[in-house]
């Protein structure tokens, strides 16, 4: 049983596109994230919801629009796809505002040609 | 904003040596948690410290959270190939939202 699960595990896409990716965590966790991962493994966080609730939103360009339809499911959809758009997307959920850490999922590669 | 120094960038060690990652920050830290992340994967939670100097174990994992709770170390006892990885440090970066800021990672390369 995964526990935070994110779809697609790849996408290649050509610039100016818009894509979407998925996450779903069966954990019953009350917070969610979006994580990037930059070439040097740097992460960074986008944004995060608790029950919904927008909580963070960071210096994202607004190409990037989160969505929680409800507090198992947050998705990232990007519009006008770059090069630098290139990167691996982590979605990743907590507990209590993260205070007995996250859970990862096992990634979005996207990148843009 | 609050940021962490995580050293060194790199470290490779033949299978059996000792390794250790360091995380410092200008400021004192509520908690710190530790994540690996290995080759191709996703970051695992490891371990979070809370407590002025905290020590935890597992197996041959040594946790430590300095006295005044602005740095904090991991040491791995006689690596092994399954080691391997990138080992981040995180803080909690702001009141209560559970933003977790990370630091840049030691990818950790062991030679069998």
């Known amino acids: 049983d995964t526990a935070v699960s994110q779809t697609p595990k790849y996408l290649v896409t050509q610039m100016g596109n818009d894509k979407s990716i998925k996450c779903e965590q069966n954990?019953?966790?009350?917070?969610m994230y979006w994580y990037k991962q930059d070439s040097k493994k740097f992460l960074k966080i986008m944004f995060s919801?608790?029950?919904?609730?927008?909580?963070i939103n960071e210096t994202v360009p607004n190409r990037f629009s989160p969505k929680s339809p409800d507090k198992a499911h947050l998705n990232l959809h990007i519009n006008s796809l770059e090069l630098g758009d290139s990167a691996v997307y982590f979605c990743a959920s907590s507990q209590n505002r993260g205070t007995y850490g996250y859970t990862f999922g096992s990634g979005t590669r996207l990148t843009v040609v | 904003g609050q940021q962490v120094m995580q050293i060194p960038q790199y470290q490779h060690v033949q299978e059996g040596e000792d390794f250790t990652t360091y995380c410092n920050s200008s400021?004192?830290?509520?908690?710190i948690q530790w994540y690996k992340q290995r080759p191709g994967g996703h970051p695992v939670f490891l371990i979070q410290l809370v407590k002025s100097g905290e020590v935890k174990k597992q197996k041959r994992l040594t946790f430590q959270f300095g006295e005044a709770k602005k740095n904090s170390s991991l040491h791995i006892t006689a690596t092994q190939t399954t080691d391997v990885g990138t080992y981040f440090c995180a803080l909690d970066g702001s009141s209560n939202t559970g933003k977790l800021i990370f630091g840049q990672g030691t990818t950790l390369q062991v030679k069998p």
């Open positions: 400021t004192t830290l509520s908690n």
């Open positions: 954990l019953g966790h009350d917070t």
């Open positions: 919801y608790n029950n919904k609730e927008l909580i």
